[in-house]
Nanobody, 118 residues
Framework: QVQLVDFGGGLVQPGGSLRLSCLVS????????TAWFRQAPGKEREFVAA????????SYADSVKGRFTISRDNAKNTMYLQMNNLKPEDTAVYYC???????????WGQGTQVTVSS
């Protein structure tokens, strides 16, 4: 069973930056598609960004394109989300997720809080 631990959240001013990390246990990290989702208070969980097993393919929600960058290091079993030019509307709990090939995202981290406020 794969386990995910996400961390790196915090309080940042508008226009600031944060980098989230997600450490994935197990020896088969490179076989999983991975992604970031977020959930703001009173809203449903939404997709933020995803990355393929090799890291060669990425996708982003329109709301974060040009500001966020997803990446992964398979040698370290770790996925990252670099968030730049943060806005108050980016405030949410951010979750990392993993999926077996052809499957839905079934494995989730515990979430890390990101708060963008002056």
């Amino acid at each position: 069973q794969v386990q995910l631990v996400d961390f790196g959240g915090g309080l940042v001013q508008p226009g600031g930056s944060l980098r989230l990390s997600c450490l994935v246990s197990g020896r088969t990290f490179s076989t999983y598609r991975t992604a970031w989702f977020r959930q703001a208070p009173g809203k449903e969980r939404e997709f933020v960004a995803a990355i393929s097993q090799s890291g060669g393919s990425t996708s982003y929600a329109d709301s974060v394109k040009g500001r966020f960058t997803i990446s992964r290091d398979n040698a370290k079993n770790t996925m990252y989300l670099q968030m730049n030019n943060l806005k108050p509307e980016d405030t949410a709990v951010y979750y990392c997720a993993a999926a077996n090939p052809g499957s839905r995202f079934d494995f989730w981290g515990q979430g890390t809080q990101v708060t963008v406020s002056s």
